[in-house]
């Protein structure tokens, strides 16, 4: 019977080989810092390096030239629908800008943990972390919180559509801002980036970093943000930023008809089931100038009527991403 050395061998036996002992890299002539043996690597062409995101430091020194205020924030909470789930940690670093939309200083950082009325469902503990005895008799510190948010002239979050609605469920202090959405507001696919997913961006702008904890996920999006576009673009910010300064206008196309749904979903227009006001109907934003092209669109694809007026609503950053 063969032995089980035999199956493995291809009839070479033990003899007839020859040990030959392992060769160790020769030791460098000089040691390398990480930077240096990074680019190395990189410079291979072999290699994609990810540097682990650290966090800014909050500034001793707030610089005069940036005189406008942003906030980041990011929350994490039981569940998808603001009156039925709650907030259970929030996340939120200020910072300076400028109006060329330059990223300044950080002047403060906040992060909190709450009790929610219910249990936290498991589904949202392997999703965050954030477990039913780390919340044990935690309760957001509103004051400090207000003490970022109500100086600032812009509230920043990567899904403001879920956000905001949340927040201002939390405290009116909320209500009253204008509000930016990094997911939507930022053309990321121009900039290379194959997602919008705060994930997908990390890693391609050449970051790793512990995410679904909400200040953790704010400072990953400040880096991001802050990002140089290159040559020929702006900062993800400043692009964000002439975003929430323009207007959006909102059309319903109401009474459109039923075997014409398909045409404007494909267009961009989403369902809105009457909830919340608004009108029962597709429905879609776009920036104020394509407002006409958009009812010529309307007009002549789908009603076929030259004096079709579907309802419409101008919002600013202010109005946007409201419940």
């Keep these: 019977m063969a032995a ?13 080989t020859k040990s030959v002992p392992l060769q160790r890299p020769a030791k460098p002539a000089t040691s390398l810092s990480e930077d240096d043996m990074a680019a190395w690597l990189a410079a291979t062409g072999r290699y994609r390096i990810l540097r682990k995101l650290e966090r800014r430091d909050v500034a001793s020194v707030i610089r005069p030239e940036f005189q406008l205020r942003g ?6 909470t039981t569940g ?5 789930h709650e907030i259970i940690e929030i996340g939120a670093i200020a910072f300076t800008f ?6 300044g200083d950080i002047t403060a950082v906040y992060a909190g943990l ?3 009325e219910t249990a936290i469902p498991e589904e949202i503990t392997k999703l965050t972390g954030i477990t039913n005895e780390m919340v044990a008799g935690q309760v957001i510190d509103m004051r400090a919180l207000r003490s970022l948010v109500g100086p600032a002239d812009l509230i920043i979050a990567h899904n403001a559509g879920f956000d905001r609605p949340f927040c201002e469920m939390l405290s009116p202090m909320f209500s009253d801002k204008a509000w930016a959405c990094s997911n939507s507001e930022v053309d990321w696919s121009s900039r290379g980036f194959e997602g919008t997913k705060l994930g997908y961006l990390i890693g391609q702008a050449g970051f790793f970093h512990d995410g679904h904890r909400a200040v953790d996920d704010c400072f990953a999006l400040l880096e991001v943000l802050d990002r140089e576009g290159g040559a020929e673009l702006d900062s993800p910010f400043c692009e964000l930023y002439r975003a929430s ?3 959006r206008v909102r059309i319903f196309a109401e009474n459109s008809p039923y075997d014409l749904k398909d045409h404007l979903k494909a267009r961009g227009y989403r369902w809105s089931d009457g909830s919340e006001g608004r009108p029962k109907s597709w429905w879609i934003e776009v920036d104020e100038t394509h407002l006409h092209a958009e009812l010529h669109y309307l007009r002549c694809e789908i009603y076929r009527y030259p ?4 309802p419409t609503k101008v919002l600013t950053a202010f109005d946007r991403f409201r419940a």
């Design 4 to 16: 089980q050395f035999d199956m493995f061998s291809n009839g070479i036996s033990p003899a007839a």
């Design 98 to 103: 400028s109006e060329a939309g330059k990223i």
């Design 80 to 84: 998808l629908h603001y009156r039925k």
């Design 114 to 116: 709450q009790q929610p």
């Design 71 to 76: 906030v980041i924030l990011d929350t994490e």
């Design 245 to 247: 300064t323009r207007n």
């Design 307 to 310: 004096e079709a007026d579907p």
